[in-house]
């Protein structure tokens, strides 16, 4: 790892003790391509990261991530959608997204657009692509998920991802969505896979098919084809990202949907309900509990074949670095450590933490080439897993004492159980929820010891000199 | 506040950096004071803090500890009692104490000892008065609790509090603990409180007054009187904080147990059970749900008459640095955020939070005017509540969506509903789990992005150049 220079140092001090009331990390050297890599860990809170550290590296070892040498924690920002005047406590992806997107607070299901009035807000991605900086999305998830929409779309709704989810959608299970105002027919710039396909982005890389292999809006044709004809190859396969050409944009979408994840429960398994006897049902002071039995996680077979994070972050950088002579913007994100915490997955939770670390690596080691990068990694909010103690701290006590959620004990390759408790919903309902808590941010670079949200669009603003 | 220095930066980016193998923390200029206080949220995750700043400054305000300047994060080490070798991924304040106290890692309920083979091991406060500098523990707990006991005591379990807890006793609700091997009659120190009583501790002040009226092991004479007869002066109110005699050693303690929190709920309310309708009790897919009512947190009668943490760090902070031509090693412990948790209680927690942040103030002051004084602000280890939706995030969706566990819904000043939930155990049991995370470490000088707990000893030991 380089050494830091003394005006860098001089600088993250001034910038910690809050004399530097705009936030300027250290100036690029003139005619130097300056890069910026954002990486989102969706719902990755401290939590998250110690349930991937403890069966990666085990208790006392190390992720890539625990190594960066800056650390900050980071307010999370949600407004209330009536009256944006008033702060509501938990987030979701779409609203925080766009906070670190376009230096706004927002109110939740918003992709880039202002709570109440729904005006279109500027985005990090675009400021860059207009003074002739390269731009680029990557995730797991569809790539126009809240995430990676946040950053080039801008839609009144999450839920309008593809033109037939346009006008009174059901997004999911009876929940309908409505953006008529942002069709094009009403002026509107479409759906967020529409504004995708139409955009001048040079990566976007993630699941998504079923989303572009719809009709453009009142046109016969797929819009893979309406992103072929603005300039972007498409491509669906892993090995495809060896061979892209940098002449053109590039759109990558290796699912239908969200990327399978790398890994799961053993033979599948997720969180399962503790059992209380039935005395115990009718009086906690009696009767016992039986506890899910303990699993390994093991390889999701469907993730086979599937680019791994790290591999479309590698392309992203490369197919970036090639395509301007300024340097570039990308944000990566991996998106099911929120996934599979909804789903009560731990596994799955934990082979997503393995994929952003893998492609952390990807991003320092492209830095240590090329220092003018800053390199930011964060949560967008926090999720629902919590580890607990496996076997009561209060088992000596003479009843039985056991989570209220759904649980999972996994066997850590350290050979210890690690109990993880998933409890915002109940057992029936499928989803957890997100929970709110600063996250935390590291950087390359210096940062402060604390930010809001929005005040990350600026780190990127000021690092590009934008 | 004031610049630091130029060597201080460099020195920040090479611990930052990780080119400090050993951490050396400013080195102070001969002959000044070198002063360390650390201060210790039980239990406080960086949930537990947010729960603080929405209610205490708002969403987007900032408590006191969000702006120090330097923030790290916390691996909490535990080991197993049988197999010091393998390690379990969920602390308690003993062990946790422990770790930061002495530099080692230990299993829970141990105070200042070591796993298995039961050896005391050295506390910083012991080497710290070796050196002579003056030592203090202050705690909101009794002074005997696992916290303030792990930096001044030596004990197989924290339950061993006084003499008559020592051999066989139940500790509560039929858990046996046993620490005859610790009894003065075969060679051991004897209880916490005893060893308190008998040691030279320029400051101890808290609750626990019921521990020191015990006679102490085998003598017709309450430990207080010991304590006396060892050069302590033994206050009891809080006005008396006010004189203290620089000559004598200090013991306060201002309550029967652990003193009363600042704040409760409404009418002393604390977190009720969601109630599900009889339909959706048979089918989550029917029915509906009551939740319960929100409620504004209010002052605590019962915490009338105590002193504040911050005017007990204020007394203690003044008294060692009256007794020490060195310096000082003070622990400070806002205990009640850990067992208001415990209890549900979020309005209890806030006040105990608030509390941390207004004793952090007077440390902060005292560093103003003394440089060489290193602040450190840290937990111990996670707790249970988590900020849910107020309104689940899938309530467009037609069913009832709510927690597990017992929930509050607290009014914020800014008038907005927080929602808390306690869910690691079963609603009827009346106490909460610990959780497993990393945790926020705060400092007013450099600091590593990331240590283990152990290592907070050696930034102790460090800056004190013991």
New interface residues.
């Given amino acids: ?1 380089k ?2 220079k ?1 005006f ?3 600088l ?2 001034a910038i ?4 530097a009331t705009t936030l300027q990390p250290a100036a690029a050297e003139s005619n130097d391509k300056r890069n910026v890599i954002l990486i989102i860990g969706d719902g990755m ?3 998250q ?2 349930i991937g ?2 069966y990666l590296e ?3 070892g ?1 992720l890539v991530i ?8 980071v ?1 999370v ?2 407004v209330h959608e009536n009256d944006p005047s ?5 987030a ?1 992806s779409a609203n925080s997204a766009t906070s670190m997107a376009t230096g706004a607070i927002t109110s ?1 299901g918003r992709i880039g657009t202002s709570a109440k009035d729904d005006k279109d807000l500027t985005t990090i991605a675009e400021m860059a692509k207009t003074s002739g900086f390269a731009t680029g999305i990557v995730s797991t998830a569809n790539v126009t998920d809240a995430t990676p929409a946040s950053f080039v779309a801008h839609v009144s709704s999450r839920g309008c991802e593809n033109p037939d989810m346009m006008v009174n959608a059901e997004a999911f ?4 969505v409505d953006c008529s105002a942002d069709t094009k027919a009403l002026g509107g710039k479409g759906s967020i896979a529409e504004q995708i396909a139409d955009a001048d982005i040079d990566v976007v890389l993630g699941g998504g098919q079923k989303h572009f292999n719809k009709n453009a809006e009142a046109m016969p044709k797929p819009l893979f084809t309406v992103a072929q004809d603005n300039n972007y190859q498409y491509i669906t396969k892993a090995k495809q990202l060896a061979q892209v050409n940098p002449n053109q944009k590039l759109l990558g979408l290796f699912s239908e949907s969200t990327m399978p994840v790398r890994m799961q429960g053993e033979n599948g398994r997720g969180s399962e309900a503790p059992k ?1 006897s039935f005395l115990n049902k009718v ?3 009696v009767g016992d509990v039986e506890m899910p039995a303990p699993m390994k996680c093991e390889a999701n077979p469907e993730f086979e074949g599937m680019p791994n994070l790290r591999d479309m972050t590698a392309a992203a950088i490369s197919h970036l670095d090639a395509r301007s002579a300024n340097g570039f913007f990308l944000m990566v994100e991996s998106a099911s450590i929120d996934k599979q915490s909804h789903a009560r997955k731990p596994c799955g939770q934990i082979g997503e933490m393995q994929q952003l670390d893998e492609s952390l690596k990807v991003a320092l080691d492209f830095a240590k080439e090329n220092p003018n990068t800053l390199i930011l990694v964060t949560a967008d909010h ?1 999720q ?1 897993a ?5 076997g ?3 088992n ?10 759904m649980v999972s004990r996994i066997i850590t390759p ?3 159980i ?2 993880v ?1 998933y ?7 499928p ?1 957890e ?8 941010l ?1 950087s390359n670079q ?1 940062i402060p ?2 930010l ?1 949200q929005p005040e990350i669009f600026n780190l990127l603003k000021d690092h590009l000199q934008l």
């Fill in positions: 790892m050494h830091p003394v860098k140092s001089i993250s001090a910690a003790f809050g004399m809170d401290d939590t990261v110690t550290r403890n085990g208790a006392q190390r625990d190594n960066m040498p800056y650390r900050g924690a307010q920002l949600t008033k702060f509501i406590y938990v979701d939740r299970a009876g929940v309908i209380p009086d906690w002071r926090g629902a919590q580890i607990l103690p496996d009561s701290l209060f000596a006590m003479p009843v039985a004492v056991y989570p209220m959620g350290e050979g210890q690690m109990a408790n409890a915002t919903t109940p057992h029936g309902f989803i929820e997100h929970t709110g808590t600063t996250v935390p590291y210096p010891a604390m809001t």
